[in-house]
């Protein structure tokens, strides 16, 4: 019934940038916190970034900390993960996740609602 469906990833080179774009459908999520997390090969997945409802609060792990930035369209439904300055090792599977609190929080396990993912390939 609710779908997140993320988009923009791609193959970038190294100090390029590229924007992610992740669509909510099946219900609005007022109130909803959403967040960004990555998981690379071989990697267990981990945080990039949370934005609180309405988007006034915002937290990135200290690996993407001026180089990445999340927002939101609310009227649209949409989240956004703005990545400038890419690295290979920012390379991983972007998944797109909404909770049903207006808290943002870091945790991957308090978050109820996932996208598939979108794969994200920096090369050197």
């Known amino acids: 019934q609710v779908q997140l469906v993320e988009s923009g990833g791609g193959l970038v080179q190294a100090g390029g940038s590229l924007r992610l774009s992740c669509a909510a459908s099946g219900r609005t999520f007022n109130n909803d916190a959403m967040g960004w997390f990555r998981q690379a090969a071989g990697k267990e997945r981990e945080f990039v970034a949370a934005?609180?409802?309405?988007?006034?609060?915002?937290y990135y792990t200290d690996s993407v900390k001026g180089r990445f930035t999340i927002s939101r369209d609310n009227a649209k439904n949409t989240l956004y993960l703005q990545m400038n300055s890419l690295k290979p090792e920012d390379t991983a599977v972007y998944f797109c996740?909404?909770?049903?609190?207006?808290?943002?929080?870091?945790?991957?396990?308090?978050?109820?609602?996932w996208g598939q993912g979108t794969q994200v390939t920096v090369s050197s």
């Open positions: 934005i609180s409802w309405p988007g006034s609060v915002t």
């Open positions: 996740a909404a909770r049903s609190s207006s808290r943002a929080t870091m945790s991957q396990y308090e978050y109820s609602y």
